[in-house]
């Protein structure tokens, strides 16, 4: 007996699941781009503060060879500017229940988050390691869906 693909040749696109704001800009490919969780809109870098310098990890502070003996060296996500480094794709999950994991170690989200699951072009990694994606705004269309909707089906913890 043979079975037969329903589409054959047809490749299975890779969807992905993301938390997407009220307050931030349309979901769109020409949007898509993130920043680090504590980025500020002043685009000022969250780690240093917009400083450009962060504490030296080895000395911690009190000064050694590695800063110079300033107890000081420059930030490593800002590169020593002080400006936050936004990144081209929306950072994502590959599943529902990732995406659940991964907001309940940081509190879950308010009920009516927008969550959008869509698919679209990997074009590199982010700070946790997640995909960051360029969505695909053509078939399949995004759907959308709520942080609330989302933890109820098949019965995930918020």
């Known amino acids: 007996m043979t079975i037969r693909a329903r589409y054959p040749g047809r490749k299975r696109q890779q969807r992905f699941w993301r938390a997407h704001y009220p307050d931030c800009p349309p979901f769109s490919p020409e949007n898509a781009s993130s920043a680090g969780w504590s980025e500020t809109l002043s685009g000022e870098c969250a780690v240093c503060g917009g400083s450009g310098d962060v ?27 002080g400006k936050a480094r936004r990144v081209e794709g929306y950072s994502c999950c590959t599943s529902r229940e990732r995406l659940v994991q991964y907001f309940a170690g940081r509190g879950g989200l308010p009920d009516d988050c927008p969550i959008v699951i869509f698919t679209g072009r990997v074009v590199g990694f982010g700070q946790d390691g997640e995909p960051l994606v360029v969505p695909q705004m053509t078939r399949p269309r995004p759907r959308w869906t709520s942080w609330s909707t989302l933890t109820q089906r098949g019965g995930l913890k918020k």
Not at 55 to 81: K, L, M
Request: with cysteine.
């Open 55 to 81: 504490e030296c990890t080895r000395c911690h502070g009190e000064g050694c060879n590695r800063c110079d003996w300033t107890g000081f060296r420059p930030c490593a996500t800002c590169e020593g500017d």
